[in-house]
């Protein structure tokens, strides 16, 4: 079967740094996506990569290893907004988004 | 310009009830995703259009889902005979290059 996962819940201080982690087990892959949802609003795109490494847009940044199905979205400078749930998403042979649960980052001041 | 829209935001409907779900995707984007999306969880795959054709509709739980994109933009999604279970926020998506645009969402609550 395909599996996406991440952990639940992560709270991090105003200002600082968290990284997420993203395992999967897709069939075929076609590039891994994370988005960024808001309690109550629709997912928004954050970043896209299909490619090893390092992929760098602003405050955030996100990784992926293909050979160990692998990836982590990096939050730099934390501010209150980033309060949010951040999807994990592998696109498969299909070209279908397969979507982790999510996780909860919770920023204290 | 503007997003993607769908309408109603709520639906609240009773159980056996039919009910219809609209989206208007982005201008000029031909494929166009449904989903649904349960507290906690990410967004369930249901069916992907490509143009006017359902191209994937192997995420649409059972056939009392249908969902129709008549004139390649605005698509309806479909559920007939409505059970509790069907309770969720489905969201629909319309999709440029690698990037799929999310619309609003319409939280279905059947009692």
């Known amino acids: ?109 | 310009g503007a997003g993607v829209s769908q309408t109603p935001s709520n639906k609240v409907t009773e159980k056996g009830k039919y009910v219809e779900l609209r989206c208007d995707p982005i201008s000029g984007h031909t494929a166009l995703y449904w989903y649904r999306q349960s507290l906690g969880q990410g967004p369930e795959f249901l069916i992907y259009f490509q143009g006017t054709g359902a191209a994937d509709d192997s995420g649409l739980p059972n056939d009392r889902f249908f969902a129709v994109r008549p004139e390649g933009s605005v698509s309806t999604l479909k559920i007939q005979r409505t059970e509790r279970g069907d309770s969720a926020v489905y969201l629909c998506a319309s999709s440029w290059d690698n990037e799929q645009f999310f619309g609003p969402g319409t939280r279905l609550t059947v009692l």
């Open chain 1, 1 to 109: 079967g395909q599996n996406i996962d991440q952990p639940t819940e992560m709270t991090a201080t105003e200002g600082a740094i968290v990284q997420i982690n993203c395992t999967y087990q897709t069939s075929g892959f076609n590039g891994l996506f994370w988005y960024q949802q808001h309690a109550g609003e629709a997912p928004t795109f954050l970043s896209y990569n299909v490619l090893d490494g390092l992929e760098e847009k602003g405050r955030f940044s996100s990784f992926l290893s293909r050979s160990k199905g692998y990836s982590y979205l990096l939050l730099k400078e934390l501010q209150m907004k980033d309060s949010a749930s951040y999807l994990c998403a592998v696109r498969d042979s299909n070209y279908q988004l397969i979507w982790g649960a999510g996780t909860k980052l919770i920023i204290k001041p």
